[in-house]
């Protein structure tokens, strides 16, 4: 199982501010399967970033993934005040498609 | 309208089964894998398995595998979880997601239902 890990636990920043997250696999990812999702309290999760980089239907361009093989990077340019959340990893590569615990981005 | 529309919360005592659905609308059931995932009350999301509705190809994660079972019935775009006998451990809240891509087994959830909450306690 490829196990994921994220850091920090939480970022607290201001808005207006960048925001920068990792998440790091046990084994390399294949194909670059790694996405990103935004999941706000009492609601599902979303898709934001696919294919390590590529943004999801509707996600404006502030938001970017970046990395390959076991170590990769979500970049908020400028927080909004609806950023404010929980984000999680997901491999996609080998079953089991394992989630990261997540990193909470709240307001400093 | 493209969702996928969940069962209602379940509140069931320790050893009692459970089924819960989620029904996808607006797009071809059959043709895209369907998941589920697990949050647990504060906690992250864990991937518990996907199923593809078209043969009912199914993959579960081996935290999850014999605990519970995914099915599906493709004459009413739905997907089912069930448990035979739950656990106070059970309780959390469940999401089904459909993956990104016609017929892609390798993908990410760009579709999720609501979630259905199952509370079990004595």
């Known amino acids: 199982e490829n196990v994921l890990t994220q850091s920090p636990g939480t970022l607290s920043l201001s808005p207006g501010e960048r925001a920068t997250l990792s998440c790091r696999a046990s084994q390399g990812v294949s194909s670059s399967y790694l996405a990103w999702y935004q999941q706000k309290p009492g609601q599902a999760p979303r898709l934001l970033i696919y294919?390590?980089?590529s943004r999801a239907t509707g996600i404006p361009d502030r938001f970017s993934g970046s990395g390959s093989g076991t170590d990769f990077t979500l970049t908020i340019s400028r927080l909004e005040p609806e950023d404010f959340a929980v984000y999680y990893c997901q491999q996609y590569g080998s079953s089991p498609f394992t989630f990261g615990p997540g990193t909470k981005v709240d307001i400093k | 309208e493209v969702q996928l529309v969940q069962s209602g919360a379940e509140v069931k005592k320790p050893g009692e089964s459970l089924k819960i659905s989620c029904q996808g609308s607006g797009f071809s059931f059959t043709s895209y894998w369907v998941g589920w995932v697990r949050q647990m009350p504060g906690k992250g999301l864990e991937w518990m398995g996907i199923i593809y509705p078209g043969d009912s190809d199914t993959r579960y994660s081996p935290s999850f595998q014999g605990q519970v079972t995914i099915s599906a019935d493709k004459s009413i775009s739905t997907a089912h979880l069930q448990w035979s006998s739950l656990k106070a451990s059970d309780t959390a809240m469940y999401y089904c997601?459909?993956?990104?891509?016609f017929g892609d087994g390798y993908a990410p959830f760009d579709l999720w239902g609501r979630g259905t909450l199952v509370t079990v306690s004595s």
């Open positions: 997601a459909r993956h990104k891509g």
């Open positions: 294919g390590a980089s």
